[in-house]
C-alpha cells in the first residue's frame, strides 16, 4: 500500500476525533459496538499472517500481534521484536509500536504502553482507532476531499440512484440497512434483489447486506444486526471503520479496471487497422469479382425468341443500371477513401504503410472499371433494334392467336353436336325441331368460312417472315382447316338422317293414333269384364245363385269376338315393330297417345282366361252351399218347435207345485227330486240342438224360415228351468232346517206358508216387517226371509251373550280361555276352529295361551246382533 502523507491534513481532521481522550466514560452500547467492529477489522488483516485475535484489549498486550497488524497494512517491516515473557519485553513492542504510528505522523495523545500492556479498554479502542483512521481513511480521496469527508461523499454518490437512502453521516443514516443494501447492489446487482426490499424491516435488511458482503466480498462481518437497531444513534467509529471496507473492496476493483483500459486502448488501435486492411481487401476482392461477372452478360448479344423475354433483357439492363451499378461506383469510390484514410492512420500512430495483396491496388479496381463501361457501351441500342422487329412478329402472331381462338371456341362441341344420335329417341315433334335449328346451323357455319381464310393468311405470312414458332402456328391452321372439312361432311350427314326419321315417324305416328283409338275400348271392356268375374257375391237362396249363372253363360258367349279385336289391335303395334327394326328408329313402346302396351293387352286378357273357368267353379260351388244350408234349417227347425215348448209347459208345472205344497215337508222334497231327475235326463235333445246350432254358424246361416226358436232363446229357457228347480228343492231343504232349528211343527209351517201367500200388503206393521225381510230393498221377499222372521218373531234363539256365558262356564268364570281347556271341553275340529280365530288375551291377569272368548263370541255375530 502507497501511503502518501500529508500531517497538515491529518492534523486538521484529528481535532475533533480526540474527544474520546477528554470524555473519560464511553456509552457501554457504542463499546460493544467499537469492541466487536475492530476486533473483526483487525482479523481481517492478521489472518493474511495466518493468526487472528479473541479479545481486543488481552492478545495486543504483549505487543508481539500489534507488531504484525501494522507490518501486514503497511506492507513495512519493523524492529525485531522482544521475545521475552517479562513485562518490561511487552511494553518495549508496544512502544515499538506506537513509535511506528508515530513515524506516520500520527500525534497519540495520552496514549501510553504501560496502559495497552494493562489492558486498558478504553485506551486499547482508541489506539486501534488511530490505526484505522490513519491506515484505512485517511488517503480516501474522492474530488478534492478526502478522509471521512471523502468516504461521506463516496457513499453519497455510489447510492445517489436509490430513492430511498439519504446517506448524511455514519450514524443514524445507515439504521435502516438499506444504505449497505444498495452499495452492494450499485457495484454488484446481482448479488441483491434490491426491489424485495422493505424499509420497515432493518434486521433482513441489515442482516442481507453482512451475509453477502462476507459471502461474496470477503468483507467480514464487524456489526451486529440487532445492536445497530436497538442503538438510538448507532457508534460512528463502528460504521466508519465497517464502511471502508466496502470503499477499498469496490475502489481495489477500479484500479485493476483503470490499467486494463488503457492496454485495450492500445490493442483497439491495432485492431481497427487491422479491420480496415481486411475490409479493403474483402471490399476489393468483391468488386472485381462483381466486375468479371457482369461483363461477358453485357457482351452478349444473343437475341431472344420473344418479345417478353427481350423486354426482361432490357428490363434487367435497366435494373443494372439503375440499382446494381450505383451502389458499386459507391463502393470504388469507399474504396479509395479507405485506403487513404488507412495510410493515414498508419502514418500518424507510427506503423508501417499498407500494401494490399497482388492485383487488388487502386489501380487495378480502376482497369476493370473501364472494361466494364466499354461492354456497356451499343447494348442498350441492340436491345432496342431487337424489340422492334420482335414486336412486328408479336403483333401478327397474335392476331393469328386472337382469331384462331375465336374460331376454336366456335367450333368447340360443334363435332359432337352433329354427330348426336339425338333424333333416334325423338318425337316427331321434335324432329321437326330439330330440322329447323339444323337450318339456322348451316347458315352460322357458311359465315364462318370468311375467317377461316384469314387464319391460313396470317399463318402464310408468319412463316415467309421466319417466326420462330412457325411450327406450331402452322399445325394450329392445319387443325383448324382439317376441321372445318370435317364440319362441312357432318353437317350434310345429319340434314339426311333428320329427314329420313321425319317420314318414319309420320307414318309410325299414324299407327300409334289408330292403336290407341281401339286400345283404349277394349282395355275398359276387359277391365270391367275382370272386374265383374272377380266380383263377390252373397248369396242366400237357391234362386239367386241361379240368377248369376245365367249371367255368367250370357258373358262367355261375347269372348270370340273379343279375341278377334285384340288380335287386330296387335296387328298395328306389329307393323310399328317392322318398321322400327327395318329402319332402326329407336321408338319402340313410346306412343304418346296411349300409355295401353301390348303386354298389358295380353296380360289383361290372360288374366279374364283364367277368371272364367274360376267363376264357373265359384257359382257351382255356391249352389251346392245352398242346398246344403236349407237341409240344416230344416233339420234345426224341426228340433227346437218340439223342444220350445216342452221347456214352456215345465216352467209353468214347478210355478204350479211350489204353490200347492201337500204333504210333509220330506213328502215335497222327494216330490220334487223326482220331478228335477226328469228334467235332467231330457239334457241330451239340448245337446243334439247344440251340435245342429254350431254347424249352422259353421255355414254362417243367419236367418231360418221353418221357426221361430233361436239357440239363444232354448239356452235362456233350460238354464232358468233348471235354475228353477234347484232353488225350489233348495227353499224346501231350508224349510226343514228353520223347523228343527226352531222347533216349530208342521201346522205352523203350513200356516206361515198359508199367511206367506196371502201376504196383505197393507198391514199396519208392513214398514216393520219389510225393512227386516227385505233389507237390501230389492222388492223382493223370499218364502226362506219371511219364514226367518216369522219364526224369530215366534221362538227364542241363541245370542251372542248366551254364547259368551257358555265360554264362561267352560272357563270356570274367567275372563279369558286357555288353548288346552278349549281342546278339553269341545270336539277337535270345533276347539282348533275357536283356537284358530280367537285373538290373544290382553287382560292384566293374562297367562300364557289366554284367549279372548268375548270378543270372538261378539264377532259370531257380526256388528248388530239381530
Known amino acids: 500500500m502507497d501511503h502518501h502523507y500529508d500531517p497538515q491534513q491529518t492534523n486538521d481532521y484529528m481535532q475533533p476525533e480526540e474527544d474520546w481522550d477528554r470524555d473519560l466514560l464511553l456509552d457501554p452500547a ?13 482479523n481481517s488483516h492478521l489472518r493474511k499472517a495466518g493468526t487472528q485475535i479473541e479479545n481486543i484489549e488481552e492478545d495486543f498486550r504483549d505487543g508481539l500481534k500489534l507488531m504484525l497488524l501494522l507490518e501486514v497494512i ?70 478534492e476531499t478526502s478522509a471521512k469527508e471523502g468516504l461521506l461523499l463516496w457513499c453519497q454518490r455510489k447510492t445517489a440512484p436509490y430513492k430511498n437512502v439519504n446517506i448524511q453521516n455514519f450514524h443514524i443514516s445507515w439504521k435502516d440497512g438499506l444504505g449497505f443494501c444498495a452499495l452492494i447492489h450499485r457495484h454488484r446487482p446481482e448479488l441483491i434483489d434490491y426491489g424485495k426490499l422493505r424499509k420497515d424491516d432493518p434486521l433482513t435488511n441489515l442482516n442481507t447486506a453482512f451475509d453477502v458482503a462476507e459471502k461474496y466480498l470477503d468483507i467480514p462481518k464487524m456489526l451486529d444486526a440487532e445492536d445497530i437497531v436497538g442503538t438510538a444513534r448507532p457508534d460512528e467509529k463502528a460504521i466508519m471503520t465497517y464502511v471502508s471496507s466496502f470503499y477499498h473492496a469496490f475502489s481495489g476493483a477500479q484500479k485493476a479496471e483503470t490499467a486494463a483500459n488503457r492496454i485495450c486502448k492500445v490493442l483497439a488501435v491495432n485492431q481497427e487497422n487491422e479491420q480496415l486492411m481486411e475490409d479493403y481487401e474483402k471490399l476489393a476482392s468483391d468488386l472485381l469479382e462483381w466486375i468479371r461477372r457482369t461483363i461477358p452478360w453485357l457482351e452478349n448479344r444473343a437475341p431472344e425468341n420473344t418479345m417478353q423475354a427481350m423486354q426482361q433483357k432490357l428490363e434487367d439492363f435497366r435494373d443494372y443500371r439503375r440499382l ?21 492512420k498508419l502514418r500518424l500512430s507510427n506503423r508501417p504503410a499498407f500494401m494490399p495483396s497482388e492485383g487488388k491496388m487502386v489501380s487495378d479496381i480502376n482497369n476493370a472499371w473501364g472494361g466494364l463501361e466499354q461492354a456497356e457501351k451499343g447494348y442498350e441500342e441492340w436491345l432496342l433494334n431487337e424489340i422492334r422487329r420482335l414486336e412486328r412478329l408479336d403483333h401478327l402472331a397474335e392476331k393469328f392467336r386472337q382469331k384462331a381462338s375465336i374460331h376454336e371456341s366456335w367450333t368447340d362441341g360443334k363435332e359432337a353436336m352433329l354427330q348426336q344420335k339425338d333424333y333416334e329417341t325423338a318425337t316427331l315433334s321434335e324432329i321437326k325441331a330439330l330440322l329447323k335449328k339444323h337450318e339456322a346451323f348451316e347458315s352460322d357455319l357458311a359465315a364462318h368460312q370468311d375467317r377461316v381464310e384469314q387464319i391460313a393468311a396470317i399463318a402464310q405470312e408468319l412463316n415467309e417472315l421466319d417466326y420462330y414458332d412457325s411450327p406450331s402456328v ?33 307414318t309410325i305416328d299414324q299407327l300409334y293414333l289408330e292403336y290407341a283409338k281401339r286400345a283404349a275400348p277394349f282395355n275398359n271392356w276387359m277391365e270391367g269384364a275382370m272386374e265383374d268375374l272377380q266380383d263377390t257375391f252373397i248369396v242366400h237362396t237357391i234362386e239367386e245363385i241361379q240368377g248369376l249363372t245365367t249371367a255368367h253363360e250370357q258373358f262367355k258367349a261375347t269372348l270370340p269376338d273379343a279375341d278377334k279385336e285384340r288380335q287386330a289391335i296387335l296387328g298395328i303395334h306389329n307393323e310399328v315393330s317392322k318398321i322400327v327394326q327395318t329402319y332402326h328408329v329407336n321408338m319402340a313402346g313410346t306412343n304418346p297417345y296411349t300409355t295401353i302396351t301390348p303386354q298389358e293387352i295380353n296380360g289383361k286378357w290372360e288374366h279374364v282366361r283364367q277368371l272364367v273357368p274360376r267363376r264357373d267353379q265359384a257359382l257351382m260351388e255356391e249352389h251346392a252351399r245352398q242346398q246344403q244350408n236349407e237341409r240344416l234349417r230344416k233339420q234345426f227347425g224341426a228340433q227346437a218347435n218340439v ?23 220330506e213328502d215335497q222334497l222327494n216330490h220334487l227330486r223326482q220331478y228335477e231327475k226328469s228334467i235332467v235326463n231330457y239334457k241330451p235333445k239340448i245337446d243334439q240342438l247344440e251340435g245342429d246350432h254350431q254347424q249352422i254358424q259353421e255355414a254362417l246361416i243367419f236367418d231360418n224360415k221353418h221357426t221361430n226358436y233361436t239357440m239363444e232363446h232354448i239356452r235362456v229357457g233350460w238354464e232358468q228351468l233348471l235354475t228353477t228347480i234347484a232353488r225350489t228343492i233348495n227353499e224346501v231343504e231350508n224349510q226343514i232346517l228353520t223347523r228343527d232349528a226352531k222347533g216349530i211343527s208342521q201346522e205352523q209351517m203350513n200356516e206361515f206358508r198359508a199367511s206367506f201367500n196371502h201376504f196383505d200388503r197393507g198391514e199396519a206393521e208392513f214398514a216393520r216387517i219389510m225393512s227386516i225381510v227385505d233389507p237390501n230393498r230389492m222388492g223382493v221377499v223370499t218364502f226362506q226371509a219371511f219364514i226367518d222372521f216369522m219364526s224369530r218373531e215366534t221362538a227364542d234363539t241363541d ?16 275372563n279369558y280361555i286357555t288353548v288346552d281347556e278349549l281342546r278339553r271341553e269341545l270336539p277337535p275340529d270345533q276347539a282348533e276352529y275357536c283356537i284358530a280365530r280367537m285373538a290373544p288375551y290382553n287382560g292384566r291377569d293374562a ?12 264377532a259370531l255375530y257380526g256388528e248388530s246382533d239381530l
Open 847 to 858: 297367562v300364557p295361551g289366554a284367549l279372548d272368548y268375548m270378543s270372538f263370541s261378539t
Open 30 to 42: 457504542w463499546e460493544k459496538q467499537q469492541r466487536k467492529t475492530f476486533t473483526a477489522w483487525c
Open 74 to 143: 503497511s506492507g513495512e517491516r519493523l524492529a525485531k521484536p522482544e521475545r521475552g515473557k517479562m513485562r518490561v519485553h511487552k511494553i518495549s513492542n508496544v512502544n515499538k509500536a506506537l513509535d511506528f504510528i508515530a513515524s506516520k505522523g500520527v500525534k497519540l495523545v495520552s496514549i501510553g504502553a504501560e496502559e495497552i500492556v494493562d489492558g486498558n479498554v478504553k485506551m486499547t479502542l482508541g489506539m486501534i482507532w488511530t490505526i484505522i483512521l490513519r491506515f484505512a481513511i485517511q488517503d480516501i480521496s474522492v474530488e
Open 474 to 506: 402452322n399445325a394450329r391452321c392445319q387443325k383448324i382447316c382439317d376441321q372445318w372439312d370435317n364440319l362441312g361432311a357432318l353437317t350434310q350427314k345429319r340434314r339426311e338422317a333428320l329427314e329420313r326419321t321425319e317420314k318414319l315417324l309420320e
Open 643 to 665: 223342444i220350445g215348448p216342452w221347456i214352456q209347459t215345465k216352467m209353468e208345472e214347478i210355478g204350479r207345485i211350489s204353490i200347492e205344497m201337500h204333504g210333509t215337508l
Open 799 to 814: 245370542t251372542a251373550d248366551q254364547v259368551m256365558a257358555s265360554f264362561k262356564i267352560l272357563a270356570g268364570d274367567k
Open 324 to 344: 446494381h451499378k450505383p451502389p458499386k461506383v459507391q463502393e470504388k469510390c469507399q474504396l479509395e477513401i479507405n485506403f487513404n484514410t488507412l495510410q493515414t
